[in-house]
């Protein structure tokens, strides 16, 4: 159980929820969010694209409109000026006053739409490195879901914001497979959380993995 003397003791942590479309990261996120302020936590809340003022500009013209509006390379640079703002104007002032920091989406995020999107792998993780440099979150947690159920919520709860859901079934398995993919490659960072069940099952998975990393790592 993640308990308040843990989360005293523990420096401020940042954390990213990754996942593909209808995956409930926001839910799940404001549910860490209210137990970590609970216990005590300075926490602040934020997302990509759109946690920056610049950023929220941004947000519409990523997630809005016609899904080859931009290509794969324009979206890769969008997004990483977006992150850049993101870490310089709010992320790192944040960590560095001690406040932990939860992102809805971060760079794991380019690099599995981008490239599924026909950008070389290589390039995407060369603007994320340069990008992030070594401002990674310690934690990320993976929201899980099976395609077919995330993207029948999805488009269900968005009606305006789906430029990328309208790619289709086969695409998104694709998205599915790579944050597989990067869980696996990044172990130590990366929780793979099945998000198929009850809101009440999901928090309490989350709630666990966020507990292993402090018990494991930051005490
Ligand atoms: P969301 O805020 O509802 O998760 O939607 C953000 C959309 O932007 C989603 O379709 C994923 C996409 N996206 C990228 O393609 N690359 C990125 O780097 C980020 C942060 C999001």
């Known amino acids: 159980m993640i308990t308040a003397e843990k989360i005293?003791?523990?420096?401020?942590?940042?954390?990213?929820?990754?996942?593909?479309?209808?995956c409930g990261k926001t839910t799940q996120i404001k549910l860490l969010v209210d137990v970590l302020i609970k216990m005590g936590a300075d926490v602040l809340q934020t997302?990509?694209?759109?946690?920056?003022?610049e950023g929220k500009?941004?947000?519409?013209?990523?997630v809005e409109g016609d899904a080859n509006r931009w290509d794969g390379l324009s979206e890769l640079l969008l997004y990483s000026t977006e992150r850049n703002e993101h870490l310089r104007?709010?992320?790192?002032?944040a960590l560095d006053s001690g406040k932990w920091?939860?992102?809805?989406?971060?760079?794991d995020s380019t690099r599995v739409y981008q490239s599924t999107r026909g950008v070389p792998v290589e390039t995407v993780q060369q603007i994320n490195d340069l990008v992030?440099?070594?401002?990674?979150?310690?934690?990320?947690?993976i929201l899980d879901i099976p395609t077919e159920l995330g993207l029948e919520r999805s488009l269900a709860i968005n009606t305006h914001e789906n430029?990328?859901?309208?790619?289709?079934?086969?695409?998104?398995?694709k998205i599915r497979q790579g944050y597989l993919d990067i869980a696996r490659e990044n172990a130590d960072r990366c929780v793979v959380i099945d998000a198929s069940g009850s809101i009440d099952e999901?928090?309490?998975?989350?709630?666990?993995?966020?507990?292993?990393?402090?018990?494991?790592?930051?005490?």
Do not use: C, N
């Open 8 to 22: 005293i003791k523990s420096p401020p942590l940042f954390i990213s929820f990754e996942g593909g479309e209808g």
């Open 47 to 53: 997302r990509e694209p759109g946690g920056s003022p």
């Open 57 to 62: 500009t941004l947000r519409s013209m990523l």
């Open 89 to 93: 104007q709010v992320v790192v002032p």
């Open 101 to 107: 920091v939860i992102t809805d989406r971060f760079a």
């Open 132 to 141: 992030v440099g070594d401002r990674w979150p310690q934690l990320t947690l």
């Open 163 to 173: 430029r990328l859901e309208s790619l289709g079934l086969e695409f998104h398995k």
């Open 202 to 219: 999901v928090h309490a998975a989350v709630l666990s993995a966020v507990e292993t990393y402090l018990t494991s790592k930051a005490a």
